[in-house]
């Protein structure tokens, strides 16, 4: 990989905070990775925020906003059981849940 292959790469690797976790599933099913999990306590309920990462992340979270996302349906659901397991490992873990 020359130089110019490496600064376009590192430009389009971002990352975003979500407390949705069909988006953060959608998300996975595109090859992005859950890099951490931060407590939400909004309105006394223990929830999750997702912090995601990975290349071409601004053009996933575009299409997902615009409702132009296409997945197959079974990696989906793969990845929404992935991300459940991840949070509720996380909450036991912190004592909130």
Do not use: C, W
Request: glycine content about 6%; charged content about 25%.
């Amino acid at each position: 990989m020359n130089q110019t292959q490496a600064t376009q790469q590192d430009q389009t690797y971002g990352q975003i905070q979500t407390r949705d976790i069909f988006h953060a599933a959608y998300l996975v099913t595109q090859g992005m990775r859950i890099t951490e999990i931060l407590p939400d306590k909004t309105n006394n309920r223990s929830k999750a925020i997702f912090v995601i990462e990975g290349q071409r992340i601004a053009e996933y979270e575009e299409q997902y906003r615009n409702g132009t996302v296409l997945v197959n349906v079974f990696s989906l659901k793969e990845s929404v059981q992935r991300v459940k397991d991840v949070m509720f490992d996380y909450l036991r873990t912190n004592g909130l849940a």
